[in-house]
């Protein structure tokens, strides 16, 4: 089973701030299957990116997502107060796993 | 437009099982497979499986093989999910989410809360 890791566990920032989220794999992931999702307390996750670095529809482009074999990263270029939220990398290979988030909190 | 309607929250004593229930519409059903995802109270996202709509295969998560079944209902667009022998850790939202594009879930389902107390 791939296992993913992300880091930092939490970031504090503020409105306005560049946010760098890490999320490494245990192999190399084929086709850059990975994508990352954005969840907030009681509700369901939310697609951000897939194939690595696609936008899904309707995310604003200050999101971003780059990296390929088993490094990834999550960019969001300028934090508006409704990204404050946990963020989950996802990977599918033979199976498919999730890594541990990261929480993105107000500084 | 697309959306996962899922059955509401159970409250099971352990070893029992559980059926939740995901009510598909906005899209054409046997095109995306359907995946199973859950998160116990305070923690992250745990894949539990995928079914085919098309033709009803599946793939289990090891740590949840031989206690799940995930099935199909083409004719009302349903997916179903069933667990068995719950334990206290089966505790969690269940997510229905769907097949979008390399292997992401584009649509997830409100969830479902499953309780297993004594």
């Known amino acids: 089973e791939i296992v993913l890791t992300q880091s930092p566990g939490t970031l504090s920032l503020s409105p306005g701030e560049r946010a760098t989220l890490s999320c490494r794999a245990s192999?190399?992931?084929?086709?850059?299957?990975l994508a990352w999702y954005q969840q907030k307390p009681g509700q369901a996750p939310r697609l951000l990116i897939y194939?690595?670095?696609n936008r899904a529809t309707g995310i604003p482009d200050r999101f971003s997502g780059s990296g390929s074999g088993t490094d990834f990263t999550l960019t969001i270029s300028r934090l508006e107060p409704e990204d404050f939220a946990v963020y989950y990398c996802?990977?599918?290979?033979?199976?498919?796993?999730f890594g541990p988030g990261t929480k993105v909190d107000i500084k | 437009q697309v959306q996962l309607v899922q059955s509401g929250a159970e409250v099971k004593k352990p070893g029992a099982s559980v059926k939740v229930s995901c009510k598909a519409s906005g899209y054409t059903f046997n095109s995306y497979g359907i995946n199973w995802v859950r998160q116990a109270p305070g923690q992250g996202l745990e894949w539990m499986g995928w079914i085919s709509t098309y033709n009803g295969n599946t793939k289990y998560a090891q740590k949840v093989q031989g206690r799940v079944t995930m099935t199909t209902d083409t004719s009302t667009t349903t997916a179903y999910m069933e667990l068995r022998s719950l334990r206290s850790d089966d505790t969690a939202i269940y997510y229905c989410a769907r097949d979008f594009s390399s292997g992401s879930y584009g649509y997830w389902g409100q969830g479902s809360l499953v309780t297993v107390s004594s």
């Open positions: 996802q990977q599918y290979g033979s199976s498919s796993t």
């Open positions: 192999q190399s992931l084929s086709s850059s299957f």
């Open positions: 194939g690595a670095s």
